[in-house]
């Protein structure tokens, strides 16, 4: 059914860097769309950012856009997720996700079972 296994997070200052991992398995990688979600605590989980399998085609939310850097190595099944300039507003678990390629932009599209995250402190 599918595995994900996030590691990279921890505890950074504001205006810091983290370099997310994702490591994947159980599925054809290369046939997928991988995503990266979060969930600030009170909050939904929420679609951070998407990388097309195809043609590496990327989206950002908007408070992600110009920060965060997705990235994808189908020869390892694995997805960076680079966070730049962070911010107390970053503070969440970080999970990663799957969607058929054809999918990629559909929001609505059912997920795999989620790994166990990751979590992304920024304080000072």
């Known amino acids: 059914q599918g595995q994900f296994v996030e590691s990279g997070g921890g505890l950074v200052q504001p205006g810091g860097s983290l370099r997310l991992s994702c490591t994947a398995s159980?599925?054809?990688?290369?046939?997928?769309?991988m995503r990266w979600y979060r969930q600030a605590p009170g909050k939904e989980r929420e679609l951070v950012a998407t990388?097309?399998?195809?043609?590496?085609?990327?989206y950002y939310i908007d408070s992600a856009k110009g920060r965060f850097t997705i990235a994808r190595d189908n020869a390892k099944n694995t997805v960076t997720l680079q966070m730049n300039s962070l911010k107390p507003e970053d503070t969440a678990v970080y999970y990663c996700?799957?969607?058929?390629?054809?999918?990629?932009?559909?929001?609505?599209?059912?997920?795999?079972?989620w790994g166990q995250g990751t979590q992304v402190t920024v304080s000072s």
């Open positions: 159980g599925f054809t990688f290369s046939s997928y769309a």
């Open positions: 990388i097309r399998s195809a043609d590496s085609t990327v």
């Open positions: 996700n799957a969607v058929p390629d054809f999918f990629w932009a559909n929001v609505k599209v059912a997920l795999r079972a």
